[in-house]
């Protein structure tokens, strides 16, 4: 009955209450739902070119043609991952940090420019495809998009650009994120910097077993960080090191 009268009515909902970081989170989110519709789309058109010539009834001609089909099929995957996937996830750890230490985020200005980054780079990589056929298929990996005779230069360029922007935006990202956690404000005043780490990293719990089995006293009875805090922190090392190599690809591929 209430969720009914939910569905119907909405909650009290009063955007102008809204604080900075909910503002930031919502821009966000918004625009990983809007890139979810687009590969929502484009997922439904490759479906359907790929019924085969029946399909031609519902569908104009353009779609069937080898170079537009590619140049979705390479766009769809970043257009999902990039602007959809890692927008929302970004939003909702942005949101979820400082809620869960209890400090406020490092910088909301930054999260901002995070979402614009990925929110134009995003953008620019399907420009890319949509106007010059890009299809080098969703890989920025050395040496495909080098492949300048058999795709525009041009696109090639700014399918970089629009990369290099999305990986920009996600050391913008990173950098929030452990710049807040490592904050020595609130609940973490008096905690230094390498209990910090050692929480980030999960040691402290490895540290208590240890002491465990050898019967000596825990590292520590209460982590400094709780555990999604912890999973946060490690899995924004695995992003730096993909946004290293993708970056770094990027680059090379443009000066050679
Ligand atoms: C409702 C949403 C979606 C639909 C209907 C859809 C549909 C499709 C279809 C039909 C293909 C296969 C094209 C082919 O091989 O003929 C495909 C490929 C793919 N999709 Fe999606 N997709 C959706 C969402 C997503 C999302 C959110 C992501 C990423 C997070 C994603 C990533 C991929 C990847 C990586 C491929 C492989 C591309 C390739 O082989 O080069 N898709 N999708």
Known sequence: MSFTKTLIHGTNFDHKSLNALQKVTLRAVVMAFLFYGLVAIEGMIMRMVSIGPQAKAFMPEEFFHPDHFFSIMTVHPIVGIFGST????????????????????????????????????????????????????????????????????????????????????????IYNIYATIFARVGVHKNKTTKELLISGFGIDGLLNLINKLKGKEPYTKEPALALPVVAIFRGAVDTFLDALVILGAGILVLFI
């Open 86 to 173: 890692y927008q929302l996830v970004f939003a909702a750890f942005m949101f979820l940090v400082p809620y869960l230490t209890k400090k406020p985020l490092y910088s909301v200005k930054l999260a901002n420019f995070v979402w614009l980054n990925i929110t134009i780079g995003t953008a620019l990589a399907w420009l890319a495809a949509f106007i010059w056929q890009y299809a080098p298929m969703y890989t920025l990996y050395w040496p495909l998009p080098a492949d300048t005779t058999q795709f525009s230069t041009i696109g090639g360029i700014v399918f970089i650009i629009g990369i290099a922007l999305i990986m920009i935006g996600t050391f913008g990202f």
